[in-house]
């Protein structure tokens, strides 16, 4: 059985140009030209970060949003 990784999958995915829309474009980090997942991935494991830890970030920061600690943000929140 062939093993292949999920960053050869999107990669591969990823190169195909019919597929180019503003979606793709939105997800590529213009700096490397990669896909945001796979530099997620490759900093995850520069960094040697976990999954939990980088879930136990995202949680604190949307947290420490929802209380105002970013004052300069000019969110503002809608009913819907």
Known sequence: MVTI????????????????????TGLTDSYVKLPMAITAENLAEKYNLTREECDKYAVLTQQRWGKGKFSSCKFKFIRV
């Open 5 to 24: 990784s999920w960053s050869e999958i999107v990669m591969k995915v990823f190169s195909l140009k019919q597929m180019e829309d503003t979606l793709w």
